[in-house]
């Protein structure tokens, strides 16, 4: 167990030893700060039935910023190791590959973590200066914040799996953003095939991250969502793991 | 210390080591020299546990490097080539981190650290960002990084290039004193030090082990390979002509100084021909001002060896 706590506390602090950390997060900021002062204007605009909850996590301001944030942050995991050759010393070290491939993720979304707490200032700053609430109930703030946690981890098992597939940082960047661009597609496929049955359509709507963030970001904790992204982010990370493996049997 | 059974590593389209088999004892500093893509890196790849073998075994103090993996790993210290590490950590942060990595804790850690940050000469640079460090720091921090846990067995895949003179020589020093208590594996092109610093020489070529031996056995074996020098005037005949008949004879190159010619006679191994080129000599009636054997060096043994036929 130390040594998982040895490869978590390197991966985290390798993001703040590169300047990689403090760009993302300036850029990060500056993007989700964007998109709650577009979705207070918005409210401004006249009466309405939504909170700054929600008119902050649904506008597309939102999920432009939020979708780039995963290769950023996890091309670098596998791929640079492999680039400077440090995977040679990491796996002669009597370590287990599982525990480099979760250590690897997990340390990715803790920065994740770290990256929204400033985030949750918004809400405060917006209570003390209006008077207003953010939100109808506490509910909303928990259920948005639950809901990027669970995307969290399953995007970034995808970034960590397109991060082991190559050395080329560039690559596995490319590949990531693509792969979640076309999950997110996937999810508005709904709206778009209209002559096709229902039941696809639900299908289609079961795994819109779009459709998740409307239910969540109300208040409502809908448990198919969370099954969905624990268990497809197991999946990821499994497959992140045979590729690892497959990987060192190459080289 | 290590044992590999017919070990063959295949790789898409050609075979990197071709069932090779050796030994190598507890203590033993062992060189392992061959040409670029001989196969040394892959050999000591599979040791590492790094890639597993297509076919045979490897076991490192009685571990198989694939079946128990850990304990051979835990046993081993392992340089590998072009030493990679993290370029963003600092030397101790560097050495700490490797050291829990491999199971050092508490007391044993701090002093195992300073040990070896002592023993590598890395007390000016303990504080440096080892991406700010020279290519001589890096090997050295790569040296104590495979030390840091006491393994018994060290493997050091080119401990040396990439260094200067100075740097080699004060490399080479660590690694004889090193040898008194570890058993080594060195891989190596530099021959001046193999012929410093081990034991034993295993010498491989394209995937096959070519020999296993002491330098001094291989040079003995080799003799011929150095030559003999023969500084005479041959009057009126040719030299090299008379020369080539001897039997045994591989070629003759031959330096014109005036009226003086200088022969370098190369034999077949285990030669020694120097009484049949006095005698021919004699007959002629050359005038001859020198005479002698040059003795094989290691150079000459592995290019005798690995020789491209």
Not at chain 1, 132 to 157: D, R, T
Not at chain 2, 72 to 80: D, E, Q
Not at chain 2, 82 to 93: A, G, H, K, Q, S
Not at chain 2, 226 to 248: M, S, Y
Request: neutral net charge.
């Amino acid at each position: 167990m130390t040594k998982f706590f040895t490869l978590l506390g390197r991966e985290i602090k390798s993001f703040f030893y590169s300047p990689i950390a403090y760009v993302v997060m300036c850029f990060f900021l500056f993007l989700t700060g964007f998109a709650f002062y577009i979705g207070v204007a918005l409210l401004n605009r006249g009466p309405t039935d939504v909170t700054v909850v929600q008119a902050f996590f649904n506008t597309i301001l939102f999920w432009i910023a939020y979708l780039l944030i995963f290769p950023l942050i996890t091309m670098r995991s596998f791929s640079e190791e492999f680039k400077l050759g440090t995977i040679e010393s990491l796996m002669t070290a009597p370590v287990k590959d599982w525990q480099v491939v979760i250590t690897k993720w997990l340390g990715c979304v803790i920065f994740y973590i770290i990256l929204w707490l400033p985030t949750a200032i918004y809400f405060f700053v917006f209570n003390w200066a209006t008077k207003a609430e953010s939100a109808h109930a506490a509910g909303a703030y928990a259920g948005s914040y639950l809901l990027l946690l669970l995307m969290g981890m399953f995007y970034i098992s995808v970034g960590c799996f397109a991060s082991a597939l190559t050395k080329n940082q560039i690559i596995a960047a490319i590949i990531s953003l693509v792969m979640i661009l076309v999950l997110l597609f996937a999810g508005l496929l709904q709206y778009v095939m209209l002559d096709v049955s229902g039941q696809l359509r639900d299908v289609f709507g079961y795994f819109s991250a779009i459709e998740h963030m409307e239910t969540f970001s109300q208040g409502i904790i809908d448990s198919r969502a969370i099954v969905w992204y624990l268990s497809m982010t197991t999946f990821m990370l499994v497959l992140t793991y045979q590729v690892f493996q497959s990987r060192k049997w190459k080289t | 210390m290590i044992k590999v059974e017919n070990l063959t590593k295949k790789y898409a389209g050609f075979t990197a080591i071709n069932n090779i088999t050796f030994e190598v004892g507890k203590g033993e500093i062992v060189g392992f020299l061959g040409p670029n893509g001989a196969g040394k890196s892959t050999t000591m790849r599979i040791l590492s546990s790094f890639m597993p073998a297509t076919a045979g075994s490897a076991s490192i103090a009685g571990f198989d490097v694939f079946e128990k993996s850990m304990e051979a790993r835990a046993h081993l210290g392992y340089m590998p080539e072009n030493v990679p590490l993290y370029t963003d950590m600092r030397v101790t942060e560097y050495l700490v981190y490797r050291a829990e990595l491999k199971g050092v804790s508490g007391r044993r850690l701090k002093e195992r650290v300073g040990d070896v940050k002592e023993l590598c000469g890395l007390k000016d640079v303990e504080n440096r960002i080892i991406g700010t460090l020279s290519k001589g720091y890096r090997q050295r921090v790569g040296l104590a990084d495979a030390l840091v846990h006491e393994p018994d067995l060290l493997i050091l895949d080119e401990p040396t290039i990439g260094l200067d003179p100075n740097q080699i020589r004060s490399v080479r020093e660590l690694i004889k004193n090193l040898g008194r208590h570890h058993t080594i594996l060195l891989s190596t092109h530099i021959l001046s030090e193999v012929e410093a610093t081990c034991s034993r020489v295993i010498i491989i070529n394209r995937g096959r082990i070519e020999a296993s031996d002491t330098p001094d056995n291989l040079r003995r074996q080799l003799r011929g390979a150095g030559g003999i020098r023969l500084e005479a005037n041959p009057g009126k005949d040719d030299g090299v002509a008379e020369l080539q008949k001897i039997a045994g004879v591989k070629d003759v190159t031959v330096q014109v100084d005036g009226e003086w010619k200088l022969f370098l006679v190369r034999a077949d191994a285990n030669a020694d021909l120097r009484e049949e080129v006095f005698r021919l000599a004699s007959d002629r009636k050359w005038r001859v001002r020198e005479l002698s054997q040059r003795g094989a060096t290691l150079e000459d043994v592995f290019v005798e060896m690995t020789h491209a036929e």
